[in-house]
């Protein structure tokens, strides 16, 4: 199992560390939860066809 699945089993919905990402400013946080929704969704869709 990979390590962010661990964290949604027990519905973790909190994560810090170098895993994700290195340390972002406000601005660079934001874009990057842009984009990973982004990234997300896109697999989603993918998986469905």
């Known amino acids: 199992m990979r ?3 661990l964290l ?3 519905n ?3 994560v810090q560390g ?3 990402s290195k340390p972002l400013s406000v601005k660079d946080f ?6 990973s929704k ?3 969704t896109t697999r989603l869709i ?3 066809m």
């Open 3 to 5: 390590f962010p699945a």
């Open 8 to 10: 949604i089993t027990p």
């Open 12 to 14: 973790c919905d909190i």
């Open 18 to 20: 170098y895993y994700f």
């Open 30 to 35: 934001n874009d990057w939860v842009v984009q």
């Open 38 to 40: 982004q990234i997300m």
């Open 46 to 48: 993918q998986e469905k």
